[in-house]
């Protein structure tokens, strides 16, 4: 109890603290003015070695927004840079040790967005709201490992220590051996000896063994192959991504090693890759030439000893907007022409539109400027572009004429037209023609310019006449044509109807039919039929019973919290929070229980015994869409439910009363609530089980009802009686359910 009490205390501590504590916002670590500023100065690239920039311009025309907050959409530019040692691993196989050199693993990063202000807003530029990536960085964004030392030689391959040399000999004499050339550049032959193998083409390896076997055997078949390739060191310098000492096959190129470390860095050149071997340039490769032309000509074999070095980026230009392939490019200075720079960017697009260009330009790191001109000016054709320049291919503007038809066409929609030229004829002929519903007459709306300011009128128009092309109206910019269907046109209405009749199903009905007429359709009752049961559910009883349910639940849920609430603040002692708490929670459980019910959208409906003396009653009541009339077996029973002893179905007896079922259940439960009993009637109406003090008479398939008592506080009185609504109607619910089945 002690505990409990404890327990109780630090609960409501928590909760009155919870109350009363001051509302604190919590912040991200911001970092300095300096550090905002260089967030902004992004742009310029001058984390990524570019000292020009890639400047927005904040163009009204397309959407562009500028400011100084734009700052706070900028990424952090991370160094593709290495400087971690590299790690040289040693593994057994056989009993040879292979040296393999491993880089350490660094995230290939693209380049960052190229201007926030181009990004946020702009409509014309959707590429930019996208990354705008450095071209050919998505080439070395995953390491390749090579499978090369197994790779197939070329009849000029140099055999070299540590090759491994395959020799199988049969005939007279069956040899099959896997040999390595050791350091000293010698072959040791089963049977033949030592030959000197290192520095021979494979070509003359081949036939120097097969001399040494001619010497002491005849008769004799002879393969030579090349099994394992001997690794060679070679190293990445400048501003590759992972700098460092590999170890790769014989057989591997620049390409091969490229791809191993990483590709250049953000700050590393793709147009001027040097390959070095003994301290002279050998090679000179351009990564464009592979990805633009698949050109691998200059992508030459390394050696022992080679040294691949990856010089600073050169001239840095964007390429944004409507070409086929909008990234950030490294020129060279015999392409930095504009037309130059758009076909490495793959062309123009069928959409671009060559009456605008834009060049922002960055002027001494100091002001910003911005050169406009027609694509196919002189200007334009002499313009050369600068390290840090941004080239915007503008789209081709709107202007398109377009009408809009909407109701009963085949195909509505929005259409365009030749102001002035397309008539009311064409437009329905696009939409496909007019539905067999249509009306004759049809609505246009027309929207005209005043010096006032729009003016607004409406057509009434002959579309049968139209259709047929006797009839002629011309069509203007925005017009809005709404077909008509005919009045009260409703294909057709259907209505189920299941259980005991006679030809149970779903039938379609016409506007105005009655309930009688979808009984005489469906033959009438069967001799079981239980009419006093009949369930008649509509979907529009439905939706106004669910929504009067969300209200009461809406109404619940804020009574208990409020007097839970005063019940906490009004408490003195452990006890009395403990109670509080208690008691809230019980109640918090039996507002979940209640959200669950669902409306079943039963209609109370009385029916005759003989389904023909329905006709001109009030019951007749005229059908809707979707409407469904159940008529359940006699049930011969009488349910007891709630709280007593033992709900069960009980067998009915004419005459009884309510409480010689209850007593047939066991009798009340001690949480029962008899003065609250009433009896849920098969029709689906509801009755208090007690006329003044006198118990009702039970008939057929009643379900009598006993609630739970539900300790509410005396200011929650209204909240009771929602909660007995609310309980009725879940019993309701639970009800149908069963009839239905």
């Known amino acids: 109890m002690q505990n409990s009490r404890k327990t109780s205390l630090l609960i409501l501590s928590l909760y009155l603290f919870s109350i009363f504590s001051p509302v604190s916002a919590y912040a991200q670590p911001a970092g300095s003015a300096a550090d905002v500023q260089a967030a902004a100065e992004a742009l310029s690239m001058n984390r990524q070695g570019n000292g020009g920039g890639f400047p927005g311009d904040g163009d009204a025309d397309t959407g562009i927004n500028g400011g100084s907050d734009a700052a706070t959409d900028f990424t952090d530019i991370e160094d593709q840079t290495s400087t971690e040692p590299i790690i040289v691993q040693e593994q057994t196989v056989g009993e040879e040790k292979v040296g393999t050199t491993a880089a350490p693993d660094s995230t290939v990063t693209t380049s960052p967005r190229l201007d926030p202000r181009e990004i946020s807003g702009s409509s014309m530029f959707n590429n930019l709201r996208d990354k705008l990536v450095r071209f ?51 072959l040791t032959l089963p049977q033949a000896g030592p030959i000197t193998a290192a520095g021979l083409s494979f070509t003359e390896l081949q036939k120097t063994i097969d001399t040494a076997y001619r010497r002491i055997l005849n008769d004799f078949e002879l393969n030579v ?8 060191t070679v190293y990445v ?64 074999r390394l050696s022992e000893g080679d040294v691949i070095f990856i010089p600073t980026v050169g001239p840095l230009v964007a390429v944004a907007g409507n070409v086929k392939r909008p990234a950030i490019y490294e020129i060279k200075s015999k392409e930095n022409k504009l037309s130059d720079v758009i076909s490495l960017a793959g062309g123009l697009t069928a959409g671009a539109y060559k009456g605008r260009i834009q060049l922002v330009r960055v002027e001494n790191n100091t002001s910003r400027t911005a050169f406009e001109s027609d694509l196919n000016s002189p200007a334009s054709r002499v313009q050369i572009l600068r390290d840090g320049d941004l080239l915007k291919i503008f789209a ?108 149970p199903g779903d039938y379609t009905v016409k506007r105005g039919e009655k309930l009688s007429s979808l009984l005489e359709r469906s033959g009438g009752y069967a001799d079981d039929a239980f009419t006093r049961g009949a369930v008649l559910l509509r979907e529009s009883v439905r939706v ?13 849920e804020s009574e208990i919290i409020y007097a839970g609430n005063e019940a906490l603040a009004a408490s003195t002692g452990t006890s009395d929070v403990t109670y509080a708490k208690e008691s809230m929670a019980v109640k918090t459980r039996y507002l979940e229980t209640v959200k669950s019910i669902k409306a079943s959208g039963r209609l109370v409906i009385v ?5 023909r003396m329905l006709k001109g009653s009030p019951y007749d009541i005229t059908l809707e869409e979707g409407d469904r009339l159940h008529i359940p077996n006699r049930p011969g029973t009488v349910q007891v439910i709630g709280s007593v002893l033992t709900p069960a179905a009980f067998v009915y007896r004419e005459g009884q009363p309510f409480n ?15 003065k609250r009993t009433y009896i849920m009637k098969a029709d689906g109406s509801t009755v208090r089980a007690l006329a003044g003090n006198k118990p009702r008479i039970v008939e057929e398939g009643d379900f009598i009802v006993v609630p739970e008592k539900v300790n509410f506080v005396p200011a929650m009185r209204n909240t009771m009686n929602i909660a007995d609504i609310l309980y009725k109607f879940a019993l309701g619910v639970a009800a149908v359910n069963n009839i239905t089945k």
């Open 225 to 232: 192959t090349m099994g394992k390739l001997h690794t060679i």
């Open 660 to 674: 010689a079922y209850v007593k047939m259940a066991g009798g009340y439960s001690t949480t029962a609530s008899p």
């Open 544 to 556: 106004e019973q669910q929504k009067q349910i969300d209200d009461m639940v809406k109404t619940l």
């Open 396 to 503: 081709v503007p709107g202007g398109s004429f377009n009408v809009r038809i909407a109701g009963a066409v085949i195909q509505p929609g929005v259409y365009p037209i030749e102001p002035g030229v397309t008539t009311l004829t064409d437009v329905l002929r696009r939409a496909g023609g007019l539905l067999y519903t249509a009306a004759e007459e049809g609505e246009l709306t027309r929207v005209q310019v005043s010096p006032d300011g729009p003016v607004t009128t409406r057509i009434r128009l002959n579309l049968k006449d139209a259709e047929k092309g006797t009839y002629t109206f011309v069509m203007n910019r925005d017009d809005y044509l709404f077909v008509r269907n005919v009045p009260d046109w409703d294909t057709y209405r259907s209505a189920k109807i299941t259980g005991r009749v006679l030809y």
């Open 136 to 186: 050919g960085s998505d080439f070395f964004s995953q390491t390749r490992s090579t499978s090369l030392a197994y790779a197939p030689v070329g009849p000029n391959y140099i055999v070299a220590p540590g090759d491994e040399v395959k020799v199988n000999l049969w005939g007279l004499t069956e040899i099959r051996a896997g040999l390595v050339v050791d350091r000293d550049g010698t």
């Open 607 to 611: 029916l005759p015994d003989d389904y």
């Open 237 to 300: 310098t400048g501003h590759a991504a992972r700098p460092g000492a590999y170890a790769i096959s014989s057989m591997a190129t620049l390409v091969d090693v490229l791809s191993q470390a990483g590709g250049p860095s953000i700050s590393g050149s793709m147009r001027t890759i040097e390959v070095k071997r003994g301290n002279k340039k050998i090679a000179t490769f351009d990564v464009y030439d592979l990805l633009l032309k698949g050109d691998r000509k200059d992508d030459p």
